[in-house]
């Protein structure tokens, strides 16, 4: 779940799991990366791959 990494909008998130009957088992703070950044920019830039068998051409 994105967030700022504050103490108060950790708070929040764990709040909102407590509302909807969520319980965490683990909570991890990750700082983005240049992996995140990569698949932000191009993630929606990657074309859906074509299930379709390919014809074998002869």
Same mark, same amino acid.
């Given at each position: 779940?994105?967030?700022d990494g504050s103490q108060r909008e950790l708070r929040s998130i764990l709040?909102?799991?407590d509302s909807a009957g969520v319980e965490a088992d683990e909570l991890t703070v990750h700082t983005p990366d240049l992996d995140d950044? /990569? /698949?932000a920019l191009t993630a929606s830039a990657v074309p859906?791959?074509?299930n379709q068998p390919k014809e074998n051409a002869r």
């Open positions: 779940i994105p967030s709040d909102w799991l950044v /990569f /698949f859906a791959q074509n």
